[in-house]
């Protein structure tokens, strides 16, 4: 961790209390700067930081083929740790004031089809087993529930409120949402905490467990979803945000209205949530097409 940058990052972490991947990912971007200001022009003070510095660092990304939304992720991590420098007095002006971020087209949400993913939750079968019973709970609370990997994986037994059929999911800046619960996932959650208990598994805070009480890790749950969604799907991608995103374009296909799944998914903004109007879209076109007199 570079020396300019810790002071920022401990005031994400213990001020603004950021997540800690997404602490990682500020402090990946710093790090990446400030390497390339050591290897490009030797010691900098942040006072020296100037703008023509900043442009030549993005045209490097760029000349790496870096994608233009990664690029704009870079600077976003720079506007917010030259704002914190200003807020602190240690700098007269931002330097990113002149930066514009490149235009990233827009790609659509990849999601797996509805009949594909029926047959995964009722046809497809799961082992008798604890890593069985997890893998299958896992899925069906990405697909049915629209929560993050990450919300996922740090979500407690505390947070599950059985007599209300509902969860309590801590989002990207611990930003706290209810998400509900229809009764069967709410069933197969109470049986999952029962069975956790009664074979002595309950060692964790934790929701989900491996086989040795132990709270899971992010990579459990990306290998699980990919391992099953494999079995029914040929999507190039099979992740837990392709649950996601099926989740809020089922949703949206069959009339949710747009605010409603803006909620669920825990989106700051609405502008994210449109992305998935286009499918819903989509599928309006083919149902017109397919059915009016005159097409």
Not at 74 to 85: M, P
Not at 119 to 126: N, P, V
Not at 221 to 233: E, F, R
Not at 270 to 290: F, P
């Amino acid at each position: 961790m570079n020396t300019i940058s810790q002071p920022f990052i401990d005031y994400l972490k213990f001020e603004k209390r950021y997540s800690a991947h997404t602490i990682r990912a500020y402090s990946d971007d710093l790090d990446q700067f400030f390497v390339f200001l050591e290897t490009s022009y030797g010691p900098t003070v942040l006072s020296a930081i100037s703008t023509p510095l900043i442009r030549s660092w993005l045209a490097s990304l760029k000349e790496g083929q870096m994608t233009s939304k990664s690029i704009n992720r870079k600077i976003s991590s720079l506007k917010s740790f030259f704002k914190y420098q200003l807020m602190r007095g240690l700098v007269d002006k931002s330097p990113m004031a002149a930066i514009i971020s490149p235009k990233s087209g827009k790609r659509l949400p990849v999601y797996v089809e509805e009949k594909d993913m029926q047959s995964l939750m009722d046809h497809l079968e799961f082992p008798d087993s604890w890593q069985g019973m997890t893998d299958r709970l896992i899925i069906r609370l990405f697909y049915c529930t629209g929560v993050r990997l990450s919300e996922l994986i740090s979500f407690k037994n505390s947070q599950l409120d059985i007599p209300s059929a509902s969860m309590r999911v801590i989002g990207k800046g611990n930003k706290e949402r209810m998400i509900p619960l229809s009764h069967s996932l709410t069933e197969e959650m109470s049986r999952y905490l029962d069975e956790k208990k009664r074979s002595g598994r309950d060692l964790s805070p934790r929701f989900f467990v491996n086989a040795l009480g132990k709270g899971l890790y992010v990579k459990y749950a990306y290998l699980a979803v990919k391992k099953y969604l494999s079995q029914v799907t040929t999507l190039n991608k099979k992740s837990p945000h392709v649950l996601r995103h099926s989740f809020a374009t089922h949703l949206m296909n069959h009339g949710a209205d747009l605010n409603s799944v803006k909620e669920l998914l825990g989106h700051s903004s609405l502008a994210a949530t449109q992305l998935y109007t286009h499918n819903s879209i989509e599928k309006l076109r083919e149902v017109h097409k397919k059915n009016h007199p005159r097409n």
